[in-house]
């Protein structure tokens, strides 16, 4: 049975033609190849005209559409042309920084102590990484493996930074092999780059680190607070490093290097040459940093404590001549890229050895006040040279308001001194007479709180001395309205008292214990303390350039405030001490010493040990303080410190 001769079942898929008769199936499929198939089936077509105004509807749409865009095409290529073009220009190119040379330190000898190493990191720029999970995973997955790293650490660093739209370095200090390879095959790691950095390193990191610092990462603030850097640079962070930031980083020059549509250099040329930063030379000296490091070290560890500090400071000019902190760390942790687990222990480490006591520490001073108190009673004509004053074990105190109450303040010597003038009481450390020359017993007015917070104000104490290193304190010289507003307590004469010998609430740091007896070392100039004694033109200029410095003059706080006679008689108490008194241990020394030992209690029980000293005493050289946190007393932890460094320091000139 043929097609045509099928049982007609199509009668619901059966079409009209445009004269209305049915169109069958068969005649839907016939072949239209078939003879005379126009002829006869012309009336049969599927197809109707297309009506003349819908024609008319789709050419209106077409021009519509084209003026459209034509339109924004003469925007764009016409009216923001300028704007466009630079876009393009700047998405052509890439700008890189070129290094500049940090400057270099040297110690008062010569001695290089920092050094520049060349180094690289793996940078990321957030813009540019691969979108996809899996792609930027295999990425990191390749990068983790040429720079023999865990993936998992590479992710931890990337997580910690996501927010971040700047660049930021990933891995600093990665092998040069695996830079290399990295820079090879930079095609393969979109968003990921190589930058040529440098390193410091520190000679003798241990013994330095508070002094010098370190350099480390920029984070947000620092990338906003400073403009002028890329946010991959570095930056000091504390020490010298972060003081001298401007002068030791100089001006880094910039690179423009236009790129292809793969990002394929195509040409480069230098919009402005790198300035090397300028050198600093210090008032340090090595041998004696490390030879007061060294004696630090050794009495710390014979005491079984961990913590102390210690300075070395020339009296004539303010100049630090040595500086240590206990614990120390070792600085060229940061220069290589500290790890995590390393940082951590730094910072959770309860002695903190990133804290520098020397001058961020605030401790009661104990006797070494003495000198000080000594110099303002004398200046105010509370007592004279020849004055003498009682003691007998102490002074006790009625109370005011029940006469049955009685406050003993005593001296340290069960018994008492006998009758003392100025010189004996600083020698033999009296409590009695401070007490009485602070706050008045008998016939003896005292200064009160108010002159004595103002002498020792004069004396530098109570404020930061603005030495040129970060995060030196202010110490605190308690007074009434303190106490009223700190503790909500009133002042009594007892306040007076502790003051008078160095404790209750004062504190002070050791570098301001140092200066204040450097000014009484030099007859009355307080000088502000400071590390950099020069600043010398950066190397690879001519012999003649390089010669240039500029010499940090020292700078006066104040002077005068308390007369050369009246310093005289409180450095004559001084030398008393090295010869009858608390300082006997430094009588034996190759040259005539003064000093004040101290021991400031601070717990029940516990005392910090100190001195400060100055020598020869007729035209003092140097000055050295010790603080030895629960060290005992002064004579017997700090005194010894003092002398091996005066010895060593002596002899050494010989």
């Not at 303040?409 to 001194?417: C, E, L």
């Not at 005493?617 to 091996?644: D, M, Q």
């Amino acid at each position: 049975m043929g097609f045509e001769d099928a049982p007609n079942n199509f009668k619901k898929y059966k079409l009209k033609n445009g004269d209305n008769a049915p169109i069958e199936p068969h005649e839907i499929l016939a072949d239209a190849e078939v003879p005379n198939f126009s002829e006869r089936e012309e009336g049969l077509k599927l197809e109707t005209p297309i009506k003349n105004h819908v024609i008319r509807r789709l050419f209106y749409f077409s021009v519509c559409i084209f003026l459209i865009l034509l339109g924004r095409s003469f925007y764009l290529q016409v009216s923001r042309y300028d704007y466009y073009y630079a876009k393009s220009e700047k998405n052509a190119s890439r700008v890189y920084q070129i290094p500049s040379l940090r400057g270099i330190i040297y110690d008062a000898k010569g001695n290089q102590l920092v050094f520049n190493e060349p180094a690289f990191d793996i940078i990321v720029s957030p813009g540019e990484m691969p979108k996809g999970e899996s792609e930027f995973g295999a990425a990191v997955e390749r990068i983790a493996a040429i720079v023999g790293r865990g993936k998992e650490e590479l992710q931890t660093a990337l997580d910690e930074s996501k927010e971040s739209k700047n660049p930021f370095i990933l891995i600093s200090n990665v092998p040069r092999e695996a830079a290399l390879a990295l820079i090879s095959r930079s095609a393969e790691f979109p968003g990921f780059g190589v930058q040529q950095a440098g390193i410091r390193r520190y000679a003798e990191a241990d013994v330095l680190s508070h002094i010098f610092g370190y350099l480390g990462k920029l984070t947000e603030p620092d990338v906003k607070n400073n403009p002028e850097y890329f946010p991959t640079d570095y930056i000091g962070k504390t020490g010298l490093e972060a003081e001298y930031e401007k002068i030791l980083r100089g001006k880094p020059g910039l690179l423009e290097v236009e790129v292809d549509a793969f990002g394929r250099p195509k040409r480069e040329s230098v919009i402005a040459n790198p300035e090397n930063g300028k050198n600093l030379v210090l008032s340090l000296e090595l041998d004696l940093q490390k030879k007061l490091y060294e004696e630090m070290k050794k009495e710390t560890k014979s005491l079984k404590v961990a913590r102390g500090a210690a300075l070395a400071m020339d009296p004539s000019s303010g100049e630090i001549l040595a500086m240590v902190s206990l614990p120390s760390f070792d600085g060229n942790l940061f220069g290589r890229g500290i790890s995590a687990r390393d940082y951590r222990e730094l910072i959770e480490n309860s002695d903190k050895p990133l804290f520098n006591r020397a001058i961020a520490g605030t401790y009661p001073s104990g006797s070494t006040i003495k000198p000080l108190l000594a110099s303002a009673a004398l200046q105010e004509n509370v007592i004279g040279p020849e004055k003498t004053i009682l003691s007998t074990g102490g002074i006790d105190i009625v109370n005011k308001y029940n006469n049955e109450i009685i406050y003993t303040f005593g001296d340290w010597k069960i018994g008492g001194h006998g009758a003392v003038n100025v010189i004996k009481a600083i020698a033999e450390s009296v409590n009695t007479y401070f007490y009485t020359i602070g706050g008045g017993h008998g016939d003896v007015k005292g200064l009160g709180v108010e002159k004595i917070k103002k002498y020792l104000g004069l004396f530098g104490w109570g404020g930061a001395l603005g030495v040129d290193l970060p995060g030196e304190k202010d110490g605190l010289i308690p007074d009434p309205r303190w106490k009223e507003s700190v503790k909500g307590e009133n002042w009594y004469i007892g306040d007076t008292y502790n003051i008078s010998i160095g404790q209750g609430d004062i504190a002070v740091t050791p570098l301001q214990v140092t200066a204040a007896v450097a000014a009484i070392a030099n007859g009355g100039t307080l000088y502000q303390p400071k590390f950099v004694k020069k600043i010398a033109e950066p190397s690879g200029k001519s012999d003649e350039q390089e010669e240039k410095f500029e010499e940090v003059a020292p700078k006066i706080i104040g002077q005068g405030f308390v007369s050369a006679k009246n310093l005289e008689i409180v450095r004559k108490g001084m030398r008393e001490a090295v010869i009858s008194g608390s300082s006997r241990a430094l009588y034996d020394l190759p040259v005539k010493a003064a000093g004040k030992t101290g021991t400031a209690q601070f717990a029940k029980n516990k005392t910090h040990a100190w001195f400060s000293g100055f020598a020869p005493y007729e035209n003092p050289e140097i000055v050295v303080t010790v603080l030895i946190e629960g060290g005992g007393e002064g004579s017997a932890a700090a005194v010894p410190v003092a002398k091996e460094v005066l010895k060593w320091y002596f002899e050494r000139q010989k």
